[in-house]
C-alpha cells in the first residue's frame, strides 16, 4: 500500500518551531518531486514548498522564505519540513504530497501534479 505519514505538528508559542515529517511507505521517495501544502480554516489549500528529485532544488512560498526549510533523506524516504519563527498565520494543516516531475523535470507549482497525498498533520501557533 503507497502511503504518506506526516508527523511533527502541534502547537507552538509565536516565535516557537516545529519540524515536520513526511514517512513514505510502499515506494520510494527518490524519483519524486515533493511539495508541503497547508490549508487554514475557511481557506483554500495552498502550496508552501516544494523540493525537486533530481538536484534537490527547492521553493518556498514568499510568506515562508528564510523561516522555513525542506530537505528530504532519500535514505530514510522522508521529507522534513523545518519551520522557525512561526507565526499565528502559519496556523493550518499541513499535508506532505508526492509526485513525478512534470516534463521539464522539476516539481510542480500545483497540487494538480502530485498524486499521493498524507492524511495532514495540525500546526496551531498560539500564545
Known amino acids: 500500500q503507497l502511503q504518506l505519514v506526516e508527523s511533527g505538528g502541534g502547537l507552538v508559542q509565536p516565535g516557537g518551531s516545529l519540524r515536520l515529517s513526511c514517512a513514505a511507505s510502499?515506494?520510494?521517495?527518490?524519483?519524486?518531486?515533493i511539495g508541503w501544502f497547508r490549508q487554514a480554516p475557511g481557506k483554500e489549500r495552498e502550496g508552501v514548498s516544494y523540493?525537486?528529485?533530481?538536484?534537490?532544488?527547492?521553493y518556498y512560498r514568499d510568506s515562508v522564505k528564510g523561516r522555513f526549510t525542506i530537505s528530504r533523506d532519500n535514505a530514510k524516504n522522508t521529507v522534513y519540513l523545518q519551520m522557525n519563527s512561526l507565526e499565528p498565520e502559519d496556523t493550518a494543516v499541513y499535508y506532505c504530497?508526492?509526485?513525478?516531475?512534470?516534463?521539464?523535470?522539476?516539481?510542480?507549482?500545483?497540487?494538480?501534479?502530485?498524486?499521493?497525498w498524507g492524511q495532514g498533520t495540525q500546526v496551531t501557533v498560539s500564545s
Open positions: 523540493i525537486n528529485s533530481n538536484d534537490g532544488s527547492t
Open positions: 510502499g515506494f520510494t521517495l527518490d524519483y519524486y518531486a
Open positions: 504530497a508526492a509526485g513525478l516531475p512534470n516534463p521539464g523535470g522539476t516539481y510542480y507549482y500545483t497540487e494538480l501534479g502530485y498524486d499521493y
